[in-house]
């Protein structure tokens, strides 16, 4: 059963783009604390500086992600509106079944539709926009919330990275719980990612962990 602060959540964001969020917040506290351990193994580790910058970089780019998905939300319902003028403006019937088969192409679907069915679909949603009216597309709470969520999840990836460092006072053995702690987190990931989606759980799992390492380790090898 989904616990209801997660319910919640899937509320506000969609499951998949809360998990990329997660995903991403994991490869950039990860980035920074492997890369620490690689820069500092010859001249020291300082914890205070590898705190400071895990959190403030986390929360930068959460500010960063949210900020993109608000005018991401901004472009999509734009996009949408600019398509109901389309079709409203259409010189034939044929012309905007054509519009929309290209803005819903069914090939793409997850599922094998038939030619009649297909053209049942497009008959209907053009059905719908004719008799409907074109309203100004707005930024309603709910996107806002959206957004602060992204940021949210973005930014508290860093806590898990740097818990160690508060309770261990051997700085290497603190890094090394702080890298395993993220690590085991990538596969959680993965696995919840699964069990929205239907897939497969521990492969799921063990897929994003290699994954979230291996951009990590790109991440690293390009300076970043």
């Known amino acids: 059963m989904t616990s209801k602060p997660i319910g919640r959540l899937t509320n506000i964001i969609d ?42 970089c986390n929360v ?59 053209d049942a679909l497009y008959r209907t949603l053009l059905t719908l926009a004719c008799r409907a009216d074109p309203v100004k597309a707005s930024l309603p709470k709910g996107d806002l919330f959206a957004a602060i969520a992204v940021f949210v999840l973005v930014s508290a990836t860093a806590i898990p990275a740097v818990i160690p460092f508060f309770f261990i006072d051997d700085a290497h053995l603190a890094l090394r719980t702080s890298n395993l702690f993220l690590i085991t987190l990538l596969f959680v990931t993965g696995y919840a990612w699964a069990r929205f989606s239907g897939g497969r759980p521990v492969y799921a799992g063990m897929t994003m962990t290699c994954l979230g390492l291996l951009l990590v380790a790109i991440a690293i090898a390009l300076g970043g």
């Open 60 to 118: 930068a780019w959460g500010i960063i992600d949210a900020v993109l998905f608000f005018l991401g939300t901004t472009f999509y319902k734009s996009r949408r509106l600019r398509l109901f003028r389309q079709i409203k403006t259409a010189r034939s019937e044929s012309a905007a079944l054509t519009v929309l088969a290209n803005e819903f192409p069914i090939a793409e679907a997850p599922f094998s539709a038939r030619g009649a069915d297909a």
């Open 15 to 56: 499951p998949g783009d809360a998990l990329g969020e997660v995903l991403f917040g994991l490869i950039m506290a990860l980035t920074l604390t492997v890369g620490s351990r690689l820069v500092f193994e010859k001249e020291g580790l300082d914890v205070d500086d590898l705190i400071v910058a895990t959190i403030g």
